[in-house]
């Protein structure tokens, strides 16, 4: 019987080191995972290329259950690709791009940065068009 207790006792402290070991792993990794802040100096966006030094694009980052999202990617977007013709527009979905997403920081949505001469700008004005052609035009 005492063997017994012993073999248990022993088990649940393997046990209990165990999930210690994992849960400082899992710290670890997740406090290392690259997050910056978008006024940090070095802020990096590596995937993205920047063809020249003048370099300007407009990044929507979205989810899918967001309907501000939906109606930035539907209505306003495609109006501001039009009235921004040199400027590169893109969306990027978190739902899908989570990794991406998280890397960068994004924590709300919709999230609009302003990437020029590979610089961040975070968007903070309005989401009506009118206002954003408006800011973008200060901005860019």
């Not at 400082?24 to 802020?43: A, K, Q």
């Not at 990027?92 to 610089?119: H, S, W």
Request: with cysteine; hydrophobic share 45%.
């Amino acid at each position: 019987m005492i063997t017994n207790l012993k073999n248990v006792s022993l088990l649940n402290i393997m046990g209990t080191f165990v999930l210690l070991l994992l849960l400082i792993l899992i710290i670890v990794w997740f406090g290392t995972s690259g997050r910056e802040s978008l006024t940090s100096g070095d802020y990096l966006w590596p995937h993205l290329t920047f063809n020249r030094a003048n370099d300007v694009r407009v990044m929507l980052f979205k989810a899918s259950w967001c309907q501000l999202c939906t109606r930035l990617s539907n209505n306003e977007w495609p109006r501001l690709k039009k009235e921004f013709p040199s400027v590169q527009f893109e969306e990027i979905d978190c739902d899908e791009n989570r990794n991406l997403c998280m890397q960068y920081g994004i924590g709300a949505f919709p999230t609009i940065i302003i990437m020029k001469n590979a610089v961040p700008i975070p968007y903070k004005g309005s989401w009506r068009y009118e206002e954003m052609v408006v800011a973008f035009r200060d901005m860019l």
